[in-house]
């Protein structure tokens, strides 16, 4: 996931959108792992409750929402193997 986001060029929606759900489905599993210090466990707890506000502000923007479905249709019909996350802005 680091590999996206330390390229030199911005990463595109269809990337951030994938490694954003696959960060927040981390920071939850941490959150709940009793294998780990209680400090860990506030912390990816804060972490998973900061990304779920972004996720909120996502959804009230519903121009931002449609705008980024016709991204990822668009690239999937060029054949963008990347555009196959169609289900994070439904």
Known sequence: MTQIFQQAQV????EVI???EA?????KAMSNYTGLPAICHVAAHAGWL???????LLG???AYVISIG???SFTQKMGNP???????VS
């Not at 990463?11 to 269809?14: E, Q, R, V, Y």
């Not at 990347?82 to 994070?88: G, K, V, W």
């Open 50 to 56: 900061v990304g779920q506000k972004y996720v909120q």
């Open 11 to 14: 990463p595109l929606i269809i």
């Open 23 to 27: 960060l927040q489905q981390e920071l």
């Open 18 to 20: 994938p490694a954003f």
């Open 70 to 72: 016709e991204l990822l």
């Open 82 to 88: 990347l555009a196959t996350y169609t289900s994070y």
């Open 60 to 62: 009230e923007c519903e």
